[in-house]
T-cell receptor, first 112, second 112 residues
Framework: DGGITQSPKYLFRKEGQNVTLSCEQNLNHDAMYWYRQDPGQGLRLIYY???????QKGDIAEGYSVSREKKESFPLTVTSAQKNPTAFYLC???????????FGAGSRLTVL | KQEVTQIPAALSVPEGENLVLNCSFTDSAIYNLQWFRQDPGKGLTSLLLIQSSQREQTSGRLNASLDKSSGRSTLYIAASQPGDSATYLCAVFTSGTYKYIFGTGTRLKVLA
């Protein structure tokens, strides 16, 4: 079945450590997105990519980095520069023409 | 800058009631609007997508309408069931931005 796979589902990090969240899709979607969700704040866009080897900052990119070396993969690195990284992270993808978003199951990051 | 608001933030209704969830947006230059459902700790599931040229979309007991001129969309749920309990989010794809802006959601509880 086609879909988006995010891993790990739960991740614990010590302060000062970088962590990478994986996002893989087999939907042949062109565009991929990373969102952060905090209680009461809805989803906020971190980074997005319309095509391979190209990506743009979203509304809250500081302290995060991404790469898009393959169409299927869009990993997100949460760096030690991110001041408040504890959150639920959601990856999504879509065809460029339809813009119908498909989401993964999410990764919950907790900083200890 | 596009802003998306959802009212009410939370809603409890008895089983069997018809209900309406509201979504408003500030910039009417939208490409489409999408309604999602999110269960606790899970990713988002797309319910309905309305293109800017459409007035409404229906799927089963769900009906979504769009009034671009007034910056409003409503999600109508007929004959609500306990299984409909979840958070419902709307997201607006603003023309020329290549990204969705999400509302903060309405948390629905349907009581048996």
């Amino acid at each position: 079945d086609g879909g988006i796979t995010q891993s790990p589902k739960y991740l614990f990090r010590k302060e000062g450590q970088n962590v990478t969240l994986s996002c893989e899709q087999n939907l042949n979607h062109d565009a991929m997105y990373w969102y952060r969700q905090d209680p009461g704040q809805g989803l906020r866009l971190i980074y997005y990519s319309q095509i391979v080897n190209d990506f743009q900052k979203g509304d809250i990119a500081e302290g995060y980095s991404v790469s898009r070396e393959k169409k299927e993969s869009f990993p997100l690195t949460v760096t030690s520069a991110q001041k408040n990284p504890t959150a639920f992270y959601l990856c999504a993808s879509s065809y460029r023409d339809s813009n119908v978003l498909t989401f993964g199951a999410g990764s919950r990051l907790t900083v200890l | 800058k596009q802003e998306v608001t959802q009212i009410p933030a939370a809603l409890s209704v008895p089983e069997g009631e018809n209900l309406v969830l509201n979504c408003s947006f500030t910039d009417s230059a939208i490409y489409n609007l999408q309604w999602f459902r999110q269960d606790p700790g899970k990713g988002l599931t797309s319910l309905l997508l309305i293109q800017s040229s459409q007035r409404e979309q229906t799927s089963g007991r769900l009906n979504a309408s769009l009034d671009k001129s007034s910056g409003r969309s409503t999600l109508y749920i007929a004959a609500s069931q306990p299984g409909d309990s979840a958070t419902y989010l709307c997201a607006v794809f603003t023309s020329g931005t290549y990204k969705y802006i999400f509302g903060t959601g309405t948390r629905l509880k349907v009581l048996a």
